[in-house]
């Protein structure tokens, strides 16, 4: 958190960044969402002496937002996640599929 961080934005990347280390995410990798998070909050509320365009002109906070970005991009799911929930659904073959024949089989 950089210098002269209010006690709300201490506790914010705090939250924020145990979060992410209880969802499976590195240390370094916590840190960095969670600063990254703070941040943009900051920039938002005018509480920052720069910010990017994307930070003040977004549609809604990170926390409005909720994940509504993932994967939202043209590929979607990775095949890696694909194939974690072909596992789970106990689908045959899973192991010799594309990404294409995975997301077929699970109906995507």
């Known amino acids: 958190?950089?210098?002269?961080?209010?006690?709300?934005r201490?506790?914010?990347y705090e939250h924020i960044k145990e979060s992410a280390q209880e969802r499976g995410a590195s240390a370094e990798r916590?840190?960095?969402i969670a600063a990254r998070t703070v941040?943009?909050?900051?920039?938002r509320s005018g509480e920052s002496r720069t910010a990017s365009r994307t930070s003040t002109q977004d549609k809604k906070s990170a926390y409005q937002r909720g994940g509504e970005r993932s994967h939202s991009?043209?590929?979607g799911p990775t095949k890696d996640q694909l194939y974690e929930e072909a596992k789970k659904r106990n689908i045959e073959g899973r192991s010799?599929?594309?990404k294409q024949q995975l997301r077929k089989a699970l109906g995507r």
Do not use: L
């Open 1 to 8: 958190m950089p210098a002269g961080s209010s006690p709300k």
């Open 10 to 12: 201490e506790r914010q």
């Open 30 to 32: 916590a840190k960095e």
């Open 39 to 43: 941040n943009k909050e900051r920039a």
């Open 73 to 75: 991009a043209a590929q």
């Open 96 to 98: 010799s599929m594309n």
